[in-house]
Nanobody, 121 residues
């Protein structure tokens, strides 16, 4: 699976952004998708995940973004989205999309190249 992330940018605190991640190379069917982020000097951390629709399509979030970020997927477009609302300076990071056939939260098999999100105060 090849993943291409886009949609990052520089915004002020309180603003919104929508990240997109387009998948190609194999069927989107059965693939669980997720987003991670890595801030400067910190380890990469899980942000949000969404299961394959055939597995219930459940979503789950890191506590730090719950209620502000929303993950969704469009299977017809092989694309997963991350809506970022009420952004805070601490959300500044490179955001990566990821995919896996079993558990995207633990050790995803496929990674996108990352898109920078910068939130100014």
């Amino acid at each position: 699976v090849q993943l291409q992330a886009s949609g990052g940018g520089l915004v002020q605190a309180g603003a919104s952004l929508r990240l997109s991640c387009a998948a190609s190379g194999r069927t989107f069917s059965g693939i669980h998708m997720g987003w991670f982020r890595q801030a400067p000097g910190k380890e990469r951390e899980f942000v949000a995940g969404i299961n394959w629709s055939g597995s219930g399509g459940g979503t789950y979030y890191a506590d730090s973004v719950k209620g502000r970020f929303t993950i969704s997927r469009d299977n017809a477009k092989n694309t997963v989205y991350l809506q970022l609302n009420s952004l805070k300076p601490e959300d500044t990071a490179v955001y990566y999309c990821a995919a896996d056939s079993f558990n995207v939260r633990i050790a995803p098999m496929w990674w996108g190249q990352g898109t920078q999100v910068t939130v100014s105060s």
